[in-house]
Nanobody, 123 residues
Framework: QVQLVESGGGLVQAGGSLRLSCAASGRTFSMYAMGWFRQAPGKEREFVATISQSGGITDYADSLKGRFTISRDNAKNTMFLQLSSLKPEDTAVYSC????????????????WGQGTQVTVSS
């Protein structure tokens, strides 16, 4: 089992950047593929990015590719999401998740979730 805690959210102006972190408990972090998802008010949860256990393979939502970068540091049990060129429509609660097995875009296929961190982008 793994527990996840996100941090790094906040209020930023359009065009700005943020770096989100997802800290994992336990010694098995490197066994899990990880993902970032977001949910805006009144909208369904949306896939953002996912990364393999080693960090060598990544996948992004097509609409976000080029602006967001996912990475992980297994020695520190932490995953990151670098958000750049932010837009007001990026405003959402961003959550990290873990799953055994390979990369996956479907939130239902993840086993463990953090509580989320709010990102608000002002125009």
């Amino acid at each position: 089992q793994v527990q996840l805690v996100e941090s790094g959210g906040g209020l930023v102006q359009a065009g700005g950047s943020l770096r989100l972190s997802c800290a994992a408990s336990g010694r098995t972090f490197s066994m899990y593929a990880m993902g970032w998802f977001r949910q805006a008010p009144g909208k369904e949860r949306e896939f953002v990015a996912t990364i393999s256990q080693s960090g060598g393979i990544t996948d992004y939502a097509d609409s976000l590719k080029g602006r967001f970068t996912i990475s992980r540091d297994n020695a520190k049990n932490t995953m990151f999401l670098q958000l750049s060129s932010l837009k007001p429509e990026d405003t959402a609660v961003y959550s990290c998740a873990a799953r055994r097995g390979g990369l996956n875009r479907a939130y239902r296929n993840y086993d463990y979730w953090g509580q989320g961190t709010q990102v608000t982008v002002s125009s």
